[in-house]
């Protein structure tokens, strides 16, 4: 038996985090967890912690008599990632607060199993950049990206005449626009097929997620916009597939578990035998089918997609005014139908500027947060 | 450009052989046809021959004033797969007579794509050993080989956990069992989503077909038989899956059209671009459903698993008596429900003989033809 990997798991209480630990004690020949981070929940971490005895704690936020060891503040990210005990960093951060600990990964050279999309959407000219000059290794997380990961299996961009994203449509895929626009907090956390956290739950009830996987894929996979759409396939069964340029399709299917992605990811190019995933019997499934999605009513898709062909700051912006939108959304300080308007406002305002640096990235971010939040503040006066 | 490679098409008149064409017109700055061969049709051999000049044309059978120059008889087939100008034999010849060509070609060396299924039932071990032996590729041109050669992309049989091939479960897929026993020969050609020969078409219907498959399946990809299993897909999208021991599911998608697999098994391990297939469209689909095999009323597969699973010189006599039987269910000479009676009576004659060689092979597939022939007269007297 070949000696274990270290992982560092960011985000560890979180729904990837915690699946991750789930993967991780089925693998303990092949992986251990050496550092676990969470955001704010601390008494989950210290249970995690309790269990896995990490070489590493780190806490992003609050705890004020946290116990002894333990890492406090946002720096913990980047201390973890970059433990020399640490292999494979597993970056389940939300947000775009993941960046520096994929990047500065990436620059020592090590594996990003990456389940924080906004990585790719904020830096993902950077975070290429550093894992071609650095030989570090990004391997998605996403489902779609490693169904489609799994479906190319080494091909060239040059074979691809199309990805497709597949997407659930999320709890208004068959919902009137107006009444969309007036949809609550519990219907919107009230996702068709997927468990997840909250923010990504709404971004998938506006089918922003899709355009925040959109612009990843393009990072990830190196494929144009133009030849990356979107279909809805509301059982999820089909988690996204490449067509090649002889017409051939490659699908990767199975059940809405992020167990999987996750344990590709931590032993991709390789699979290892992982009794985790109920097995697929496509008899229970019932029938899949496929629709085209409904732009008129989901315009933060198309929106986000321009922001990715735009380049430069403006996915940033995307990102950043979409993160600010669902909080006060989720606070109940705007209405669902509000979000639109509040991202394409700062898209307007800031979607022009400069990438370049991380510098300029963290600036339009601020800047598109603080925009929203003003212009949110208007709506309700 | 890299210089055309040579193609000798065995078996052009016939579906396969015709689609190769039209592939192969597409295609010419990589292939060109330089030897056709047909059983029995010789004015579309004909006309073949005059469209495309292939240096060497062959005739099986029949055509007393043929053209100059065309070569006769069966010895045309092993003549056409070692001509020195030929790199690539795509082997469409119906039934075991597909063998001798097969093993010709793979002892000199060469790749054939493989469209005669019959040849890897009759002989697998030998077909197998003499590719590794020579240096020969087999490639399937079957839609559901070609699928799970997509799917494996190079993978070890270690890393599979299950082959599910799907089944289109022919025209009787919901017939009553009796129903099913009187079908006339109109009613077994009408096949629901595939155009094909007559002889498979009268296969799909039985699912003897899917047998022969899983027997190809097992000696193309080196795989035993408890881990290969068929399940019934009605819209023949999904051409067939793998699941791989990490639960991960892929699988190979498209119009049910032979030219997408003809040209993988041209061009495998690369990809070319072609635009014969139109492009895939999910949402025009509908929906992609499953169901289970039904055993009882299709006898056909199972027995035909069994005699792949107990090797020598079963899945030859299997092979041999269905030839046989379907010959004359097409002829009017028997009923569509004699035929499993037929086939289970040859191979409890001569399933437990040995196969080890050719000629033990060709003794018991002449031996079951027989005794298909006087046990049907039996049944007629």
Redesign the interface.
């Known amino acids: 038996m070949a000696e274990t990997r270290g992982v560092a798991l960011l985000g560890s209480t979180g729904s990837i985090g915690t699946s991750a630990l789930r993967v991780l004690a089925r693998q303990r020949d092949r992986f251990r967890p050496v550092a676990l981070t969470a955001h704010g929940r601390h008494e989950l971490l210290a249970a995690q912690v309790a269990e896995w005895a990490p070489a590493y704690a780190g806490l992003v936020q609050g705890g004020d008599d946290l116990p002894a060891g333990w890492h406090r503040g946002p720096a913990c990210l980047v201390e973890a990632a970059l433990r020399p005990d640490v292999d494979i960093v597993l970056n389940a951060v939300v947000g775009a607060a993941g960046l520096p600990a994929t990047l500065a990964a990436l620059e020592a050279g090590k594996r990003v199993a990456l389940a924080n999309k906004e990585t790719l959407v904020v830096g993902g000219d950077l975070v290429t950049a550093a894992a071609r000059t650095h030989g570090g290794t990004l391997v998605p997380v996403d489902s779609e990206h490693s169904a489609i990961l799994?479906?190319l299996?080494?091909?060239q961009p040059h074979?691809v005449?199309r990805l497709?994203l597949t997407a659930s449509g999320g709890p208004f895929r068959t919902w009137a626009s107006d009444r969309i626009a007036s949809a609550t907090v519990a219907d919107a956390l009230r996702h068709p097929t997927w468990q997840m956290g909250s923010k990504i739950t709404i971004d998938s009830a506006t089918l922003a997620n899709k355009a925040l996987e959109v612009i990843e894929a393009h990072h990830l996979f190196g494929i144009p916009y133009d030849r990356i759409d979107v279909?809805v396939?509301p059982q999820s069964v089909?988690h996204s597939?490449v067509?090649?340029?002889?017409?051939?399709?490659?699908?990767?299917?199975?059940a809405p578990s992020m167990e999987?992605p996750i344990?590709?990811a931590l032993?991709w190019p390789?699979?290892?035998?992982?009794?985790?995933?109920?097995?697929?019997d496509?008899?229970a499934?019932?029938?899949?089918?496929?629709?085209?999605v409904r732009h008129d009513a989901f315009p933060m898709l198309g929106m986000g997609i321009a922001a990715g062909r735009g380049g430069g700051a403006a996915p940033a912006v995307y990102n950043a005014a979409n993160e600010a939108a669902v909080a006060l959304f989720l606070q109940g300080a705007i209405p669902f139908g509000a979000m639109p308007a509040l991202v394409a406002g700062a898209l307007d305002r800031f979607g022009g500027a400069a990438g370049g640096t991380l510098e300029a990235l963290w600036a339009v971010d601020a800047a598109a947060r603080a925009h929203v939040h003003a212009q949110a503040g208007r709506l309700k006066g």
Do not use: K, M, N
């Open positions: 799994q479906c299996a080494g091909r074979e005449r497709l279909v396939h089909i597939y067509e090649f340029v002889d017409g051939s399709v490659l699908a990767q299917l199975g999987l344990l590709f032993t390789d699979r290892v035998p992982d009794d985790g995933v109920a097995p697929f496509p008899v499934l019932g029938s899949l089918t496929f629709e085209p």
